[in-house]
Every structure is written in structure tokens, then in C-alpha cells.
Nanobody
């Protein structure tokens, strides 16, 4: 069973920054593509960013240039540095090991003035 501990969310003003962290257990992420998804109130869960085992990143258009995804295979962790946050970034953020069916509890990000 794959488990996730997501952290780093919180309340931030528009234009602010947050860094999300995700500790993965139950699988060694080294060989996997991993990433972040988010779900805003009343909306479906959506893709945010992924990073392959060769450190190739992909971002959804709305976060390009503002979010940076990275991984630390030695720690089995992934991170999402979020800058220039907007109201529309408000959501629960989930990390994911692609190819597995597991989800964590997520971490809430609220962007509000």
C-alpha cells in the first residue's frame, strides 16, 4: 500500500508563496513518475504537474512559470514550490505516484485577501 503525507498548505494572500511537501511510503519513487493534483470546491480533481524518473517536468498551463515541481529520491519525497499564487489556486492539493491507485489526504491551500 502506498501512503502519502502531504504538508505545507495554508492560508496565503494573492501573490504569496507556499511550498508543499509530500513524503511517500510503501513504494520507492525513484522509478516512477510522480506529481501533484488539486481539487477545488465543486470541481473535479485536476492535474497540476508531474515529474518523470528522468526529471522531466510537465505543468498545466495555468501554473506554468509560477509553480516548480521537484523530487528527492533519497528521501522519497516530492515538493511543489508555488509562487505568485492566485485566488484560483485555492484547492486541496494531492501528491500522486502515477500508475498506482492510491491518494493521500491532501493539504489545503487557500488563497484569499
Amino acid at each position: 500500500q502506498v501512503q502519502f503525507v502531504e504538508s505545507g498548505g495554508g492560508l496565503v494572500q494573492p501573490g504569496g508563496s507556499l511550498r508543499l511537501s509530500c513524503l511517500v511510503s510503501g513504494v520507492t519513487i525513484r522509478m516512477y513518475t510522480v506529481g501533484w493534483f488539486r481539487q477545488a470546491p465543486g470541481k473535479q480533481r485536476e492535474f497540476v504537474a508531474t515529474i518523470t524518473n528522468e526529471n522531466s517536468t510537465t505543468y498545466t498551463d495555468s501554473v506554468k512559470g509560477r509553480f516548480t515541481l521537484s523530487r528527492d529520491n533519497a528521501k522519497n519525497m516530492l515538493y511543489l514550490q508555488m509562487t505568485s499564487l492566485k485566488l484560483d489556486d485555492t484547492a486541496v492539493y494531492y501528491c500522486k505516484v502515477l500508475g498506482t491507485r492510491y491518494w493521500g489526504q491532501g493539504t489545503q491551500v487557500t488563497v484569499s485577501s
